[in-house]
């Protein structure tokens, strides 16, 4: 760096690297070495730098860096909620495992919307991350050909794929849904209702595995399903059992897709002096904290949110090291939490 170079930064009051190894009495590249890869320098020149940076208040140029690596460190994370702490559990997780290798996290909320998706990820794309977590398995035929094009390596996350070449963590929504339904027929409930709520592809593989069971059972009954695309609400779940008793009065247990939905259903059959579970068993679905804690606790599936989060984020860091996986799926599985409720 001239002298005139060095005039200029100094008058624009940014501190460049040039800045940081004049103070330290190195080499430009030496300083670049010790603050990007200091395992290939001295203990001793990495301390010189560390301190001449700490000193300036140098703070490196993620743009830069990438050009000269060829990766940018950044990774696109997609979820349909920031609000459900199912998803912000997940984004713990990640973050957790990214740390390490100092990534930084894009987040986008998707609402639940494949043209959210679409938007985000295009815009993400030009950020030119070094690898996408996408939640779900099902995404729009303009993403799908997007992906395939940037060839990005992208993880999915929440539920398992039968295609074995994509990379997937989570567990089968299908056979949690399947595993519910099963341990109230084996309580010898015969009326077991479904209420559902926003719809998306999660949902849909729950409502599937509990189809699935009434058939095996001969109980499938159309009448015992009460399904809205609203947000799932403990509001909406109050509502959702007065129209399930309403066109079911002989219903005598309901799985909900979520445990909101359920902690609803449980406080509206309070209120209407209906005895949960003797009456009529209430399940969820999830696992949320307070639902161990309410009265009767809630008998729902426990899904592992933060693992899910944090080896998906630990797989998608192998594939972006040109590492071979042992397996491109993992599957975290679920937790029937038998409790009170049913």
């Not at 996290?105 to 639940?112: F, K």
């Not at 035929?141 to 070449?165: A, F, G, H, N, Y």
């Not at 799985?255 to 309070?270: E, P, R, S, T, V």
């Amino acid at each position: 760096m001239t002298k005139t170079q060095a005039g200029k930064s100094r008058a624009s009051g940014r501190i460049t690297l040039a800045m940081v190894a004049e103070r330290a009495g190195v080499a430009t590249m030496t300083a670049s070495r010790a603050i990007t890869q200091p395992e290939m320098v001295s203990q001793a020149l990495r301390d010189r730098v560390d301190a001449a940076v700490a000193e300036l208040g140098y703070v490196p140029n993620r743009a830069a860096r990438a050009l000269a690596s060829s990766q940018s460190k950044v990774i696109a994370v997609l979820v349909p909620s920031l609000s459900n702490a199912v998803f912000t559990e997940v984004l713990a997780g990640i973050q957790d495992a990214l740390d390490a290798d100092d990534y930084q996290i894009l987040i986008g909320n998707t609402r639940y919307s494949d043209k959210e998706e679409e938007k985000l990820i295009g815009t993400y794309l030009q950020s030119n991350p070094d690898g996408m977590l996408l939640s779900g398995l099902t995404h729009s035929p303009k993403v799908q050909q997007i992906l395939t094009t940037s060839r990005v390596p992208v993880v999915s996350m929440m539920d398992m794929s039968t295609d074995p070449e994509q990379y997937t963590v989570g567990f089968s929504q299908f056979q949690a849904g399947y595993a519910m339904t099963r341990y109230l027929l084996d309580k010898g409930h015969k009326r077991i209702g479904f209420i559902g709520a926003q719809l998306d592809e999660r949902t849909l593989r729950r409502a599937e595995g509990y189809r699935k069971a009434m058939q095996e059972a001969g109980r499938a009954d159309a009448k015992l399903e009460v399904m809205v695309a609203e947000p799932s609400t403990i509001a909406l779940g109050a509502e959702l059992l007065g129209r399930m008793l309403a066109q079911a009065p002989d219903c005598d247990a309901i799985f909900c897709c979520n445990d909101d939905l359920a902690h609803g259903a449980i406080y509206q059959c309070q209120r209407r002096g209906i005895a949960v579970p003797t009456q009529l068993a209430i399940c969820g679905f999830n696992d949320l904290p307070a639902s161990a804690w309410m009265n009767p606790s809630l008998t729902t599936i426990g899904t592992p949110r933060y693992r899910i989060g944090f080896e998906a984020a630990t797989l998608l860091r192998s594939v972006i090291k040109g590492e071979q996986p042992v397996t491109r799926q993992i599957d975290l599985g679920f937790t029937l939490m038998a409790r009170e409720s049913a």
